[in-house]
């Protein structure tokens, strides 16, 4: 079966490190985004790709960078974490506009 | 700016007490609104789209409708297993291609 799939599901790390989260899609799909969620916030956008090559910025993309060298895979890099992105992430894709599915996602400790 | 509220934050039902769940939105042209449940330390999983005012979906003991300015996700004699968070997210046709603009969710819990 198709699926989305993320890693690491946990991760703990230590502030002004770089980390980079993973995100896996075999649907196919051409849409890709990367969001957080907060107590209080709801899930927000972070990053999102429509294809290859392709890369956009979202709500809260500060501190944060994303690369689309193939359909499956978009990770999601944080090029020196901070305290205030300690948070779960979750990768999502979509074909256009279609339904997005969610990956289980992946909970970040900044220290 | 496109914005989603849902209503209450938190819902408490005793088994088999039917409710509803509100999801106001504004947007500037709505091309689809959608229902997830999330369980904890979960994703979020597809429950339904709906398109335009008038329209209703059923699955199971939940039936999701729409007006022009709120959806209501109903839960008819609801059981323990449907406790979780239900999230609202809607797309407009101003915005991004596919992008969601969700709510804060509501946390159903439902004691047997």
Redesign the interface.
Do not use: V
């Given at each position: 079966d198709a699926e989305i799939t993320q890693s690491p599901r946990h991760k703990i790390t230590e502030t002004g490190r770089q980390v980079t989260l993973a995100c896996h899609q075999t649907w196919n799909h051409n849409?890709m985004?990367w969001y957080r969620q907060d107590l209080?916030?709801?899930?927000?956008?972070i990053h999102?790709s429509?294809g290859v090559h392709d890369t956009?910025k979202?709500e809260v993309s500060d501190g944060y960078s994303v690369s689309r060298s193939n359909t499956e895979d978009l990770p999601l890099t944080l090029e020196s974490a901070a305290s205030s992105q300690t948070s779960v992430y979750?990768c999502?894709s979509?074909e256009?506009?279609?339904?997005?599915?969610?990956?289980?996602?992946t909970r970040l400790t900044v220290l | 700016e496109d914005q989603v509220t849902q209503s209450p934050e938190a819902l408490r039902l005793q088994e088999g007490e039917s409710s509803s769940l509100n999801c106001s939105y504004t947007v500037s042209g709505l091309?689809?609104l959608?229902w997830?449940r999330q369980d904890p330390?979960?994703?979020?999983?597809?429950l339904f789209?709906l398109y335009s005012a008038g329209e209703e979906k059923e699955k199971e003991r939940l039936k999701a409708t729409l007006t022009k300015k709120e959806s209501f996700l109903h839960i008819t004699a609801p059981k323990p297993e449907d406790s979780a968070t239900y999230?609202c997210?809607v797309?407009n046709y101003g915005g991004?291609?596919?992008?969601?603009i969700?709510?804060?969710?509501t946390k159903l819990s439902v004691k047997p």
């Open positions: 849409n985004f209080g916030h709801g899930l927000r956008l999102y429509y956009n979202g979750f999502a979509s256009s506009t279609d339904t997005q599915y969610f990956g289980p996602g | 091309r689809g959608f997830y330390g979960k994703g979020p999983e597809f789209t999230l997210a797309q991004s291609q596919g992008n969601l969700f709510g804060k969710g």
